[in-house]
T-cell receptor, first 113, second 111 residues
Framework: DSGVTQTPKHLITATGQRVTLRCSPRSGDLSVYWYQQSLDQGLQFLIQYYNGEERAKGNILERFSAQQFPDLHSELNLSSLELGDSALYFC????????????FGPGTRLTVT | GENVEQHPSTLSVQEGDSAVIKCTYSDSASNYFPWYKQELGKGPQLIIDIRSNVGEKKDQRIAVTLNKTAKHFSLHITETQPEDSAVYFCAASRRYSTLTFGKGTMLLVSP
């Protein structure tokens, strides 16, 4: 158990809908990272937050957004969902602003029908 | 940006054999190289990492080597066991930057 928690574990929704994925980092970790994992693209970095502020952006679509709250938990919002958004979404956390030693949560499996 | 290539994509070994997975990276400024193990239905688990100021690091049956000149690093698993079966990912980053992952290697250890 990495200490990172994610909810929900599974999510099934229809095209065009909006969903919110939630992540709680390890105790004491200030950075949260979101990744998308699909069979053809592997693990793709989406976005990083450090102590409430956006720190880095990767291959995140404009339909996706995230935020980190004062209690350091983070939410990833996915809107106008398309079939191609079906994937595993992972959250990871690390102690500082650096990406060294990231610990991953169990993931949320999103299925868009 | 950084590009990480990982080989092989699949690797089958007999229990007790050694397994080696290799990665190359493109950004000479990268200085952190972790390895993750992902079991079916779980998130990636950090198993070992190495920084650019060392050439090798060991932890029981696993070891990682780094050749900065050639820009490649490898994961070595000795005395493999069936529970080592999983997908392994290498990654690279420079300080205060984000991790770039390889495509993964599916390791199958047969009893």
């Amino acid at each position: 158990d990495s200490g990172v928690t994610q909810t929900p574990k599974h999510l099934i929704t229809a095209t065009g809908q909006r969903v919110t994925l939630r992540c709680s980092p390890r105790s004491g970790d200030l950075s949260v990272y979101w990744y998308q994992q699909s069979l053809d693209q592997g693990l793709q970095f989406l976005i990083q937050y450090y102590n409430g502020e956006e720190r880095a952006k990767g291959n995140i679509l404009e339909r996706f957004s995230a935020q980190q709250f004062p209690d350091l938990h983070s939410e990833l919002n996915l809107s106008s969902l398309e079939l191609g958004d079906s994937a595993l979404y992972f959250c990871a956390s690390s102690n500082g602003a650096s990406s060294y030693e990231q610990y991953f949560g169990p993931g949320t499996r999103l299925t868009v029908t | 940006g950084e590009n990480v290539e990982q080989h092989p994509s699949t690797l089958s070994v007999q229990e007790g054999d050694s397994a080696v997975i290799k990665c190359t990276y493109s950004d000479s400024a990268s200085n952190y190289f972790p390895w993750y193990k992902q079991e079916l239905g779980k998130g990636p688990q950090l198993i070992i990492d190495i920084r650019s100021n060392v050439g090798e690091k060991k932890d029981q049956r696993i070891a990682v080597t780094l050749n900065k000149t050639a820009k490649h690093f490898s994961l070595h698993i000795t005395e493999t066991q069936p529970e080592d079966s999983a997908v392994y990912f290498c990654a690279a980053s420079r300080r205060y930057s984000t991790l770039t992952f390889g495509k993964g290697t599916m390791l199958l250890v047969s009893p």
